[in-house]
C-alpha cells in the first residue's frame, strides 16, 4: 500500500516536531522560552555544589556579584526569567543557600 506524497510530508513533519519537542524536555528547559531556569534542575542543586557545577546546570547566571569578606569571598547568582528567579550564595567557592521562587509546594 502506497501513502501519498502529501501524507508522507505531513508524518514526516509531525515526526520531527515531536522530535523536537522531546529533545528540549529531556534537555530540562522550557519548551516555551529555552530557559534552564525549571523546578526540574532547580530541585538538581545543593549545598556544598560549586559555581561550575551550578553553571553547568543552569548556564550562566543573569547578574553575579562577588564581595571579598576579608576571610572569604561571597559571591551570589541571580537568576532570572520573566516572574521566576534563583538565588544562589556561595562561601569560597561552595553553594552555602538558595532561595527563590521555584521550590515545590509540600
Do not use: W
Not at 531556569?37 to 551550578?54: C, E, F, P
Not at 576571610?71 to 561552595?94: C, M, P, Q, S, W
Amino acid at each position: 500500500m502506497k501513502i501519498p506524497i502529501i501524507m508522507s510530508r505531513k508524518i514526516s513533519t509531525s515526526l520531527s516536531l515531536l522530535a523536537y519537542l522531546f529533545v528540549a524536555v529531556s534537555c530540562n528547559q522550557s519548551v516555551v522560552t529555552g530557559s534552564k531556569l525549571t523546578h526540574s534542575n532547580y530541585d538538581q542543586i545543593a549545598n556544598g555544589m560549586t559555581k561550575a557545577q551550578v553553571e553547568r546546570i543552569l548556564g550562566p547566571p543573569t547578574t553575579a556579584e562577588t564581595k571579598d569578606m576579608m576571610v572569604f569571598k561571597k559571591t551570589t547568582y541571580r537568576y532570572e526569567d520573566g516572574k521566576k528567579f534563583a538565588l544562589f550564595t556561595f562561601k569560597n567557592d561552595e553553594l552555602e543557600s538558595k532561595e527563590g521562587n521555584l521550590q515545590r509546594e509540600p
